[in-house]
């Protein structure tokens, strides 16, 4: 089946710094990847839609400037946490839709600011 | 978003029982309705979904109703199994293909 990797699967980092986190449909071609935050014993939270070509669209509340995405290609999409707080630690979980119609996860993201 | 209530938020049953978890939503333009299954730590997977032109739909032991006009659907786990002890997150589709996730359902099988 379609397979949505994701890296690094967990990264510890000082507060102010920034984090990059991968996102790649591994054999299929995504033009559209999402990007969603959980938190322990929460749900997912839609952040972001990422548009291969395009800038990303934001949901609501989500500041953009502090998480920037970029797709620049058609199996890559990239969000960068840049200056990190505490209050950012979070599991960051991609997803995208592969021809089939199934939405597929990455293995997600771990983030842990100091 | 779509507005998307799960219930129960934890559901504990004895292993062999039947768990039913059931979710309602906001927008009647919705047609794609996903279950997911989270085990801790770990992505969620996608263990059955249905879409609005069929009522019911069954996977071996596990099943998904859907009420249109009711605006709600559920998940049946028969036979419960220890393994089927997860979280449990219904979706339902928005605009521009985006899921909605319900809350989640920690569900455990008690042996």
């Known amino acids: 089946g379609a397979v949505v990797s994701q890296h690094p699967s967990w990264v510890i980092c000082k507060s102010g710094t920034s984090v990059k986190i991968e996102c790649r449909s591994l054999?299929?071609?995504?033009?559209?990847m999402f990007w969603y935050r959980q938190f322990p014993k929460q749900s997912l939270m839609l952040m972001a839609t990422?548009?291969?070509?395009?800038?990303?669209?934001?949901e609501q509340g989500v500041e953009k400037d502090k998480f920037l995405i970029n797709h620049a290609s058609l199996t890559l999409s990239t969000l960068t946490v840049t200056s990190a707080h505490p209050e950012d630690s979070s599991f960051y979980i991609c997803?995208?839709?592969?021809?089939?119609?199934?939405?597929?996860f990455g293995e997600g993201s771990r983030l842990t600011v100091l | 978003g779509e507005n998307v209530e799960q219930h129960p938020s934890t559901l504990s049953v004895q292993e062999g029982d039947s768990a039913v978890i059931k979710c309602t939503y906001s927008?009647?333009?919705?047609?794609?309705f996903p279950w997911y299954k989270q085990e801790l730590g770990k992505r969620p997977q996608l263990i059955i979904d249905i879409r609005s032109n069929v009522g019911e739909k069954k996977d071996q032991r596990i099943a998904v109703t859907l009420n249109k006009t009711a605006k709600h659907f559920s998940l049946h786990i028969t036979e419960t199994q220890p393994e089927d002890s997860a979280v449990y997150f219904c979706a339902v589709n928005g605009n521009d293909y985006k899921l909605s996730f319900g809350a989640g359902t920690t569900v455990t099988v008690r042996a």
């Open positions: 054999d299929f071609q995504a033009t559209t």
């Open positions: 997803s995208a839709y592969s021809r089939s119609g199934e939405l597929f």
């Open positions: 927008d009647s333009a919705s047609n794609y």
């Open positions: 990422s548009n291969e070509g395009s800038k990303a669209t934001y």
